[in-house]
Nanobody
Framework: QLQLVESGGGLVQPGGSLRLSCAAS????????VGWFRQAPGKGREVVSC????????YYADSVKGRFTISRDNAKNTVYLQMNSLKPEDTAVYYC??????????????WGQGTQVTVSS
């Protein structure tokens, strides 16, 4: 069964850190571009970050630039999102997604189920 599974979400205080994981099963994630997205209550889904296959190029939304880092561990078939200096406005359900291509894009083919991140004191 082909699937993506996110983990690592939770409740954290402002200024804290979390690391989200996106693990693939049934296929090799190394060959695909992978993106992280989030959706806050009452808002639309927005792209947070993406990592391409070709030369590992990365993209970050302006709202997370300098605070979040996306990376791959090919041996573990996993993509991570390290989130530092978290703010209450980072609260959302976070999703990872892969696309059948080497480069980041606006369209993705397979999605995980999401993991909740709550930033609150």
């Amino acid at each position: 069964q082909l699937q993506l599974v996110e983990s690592g979400g939770g409740l954290v205080q402002p200024g804290g850190s979390l690391r989200l994981s996106c693990a693939a099963s049934g296929f090799t994630l190394n060959y695909y571009a992978v993106g992280w997205f989030r959706q806050a209550p009452g808002k639309g889904r927005e792209v947070v970050s993406c990592i391409s296959v070709t030369d590992g190029a990365t993209y970050y939304a302006d709202s997370v630039k300098g605070r979040f880092t996306i990376s791959r561990d090919n041996a573990k078939n996993t993509v991570y999102l390290q989130m530092n200096s978290l703010k209450p406005e980072d609260t959302a359900v976070y999703y990872c997604a892969m696309r059948d291509g080497l480069l980041c894009s606006n369209e993705y083919d397979r999605w995980g189920q999401g993991t909740q991140v709550t930033v609150s004191s």
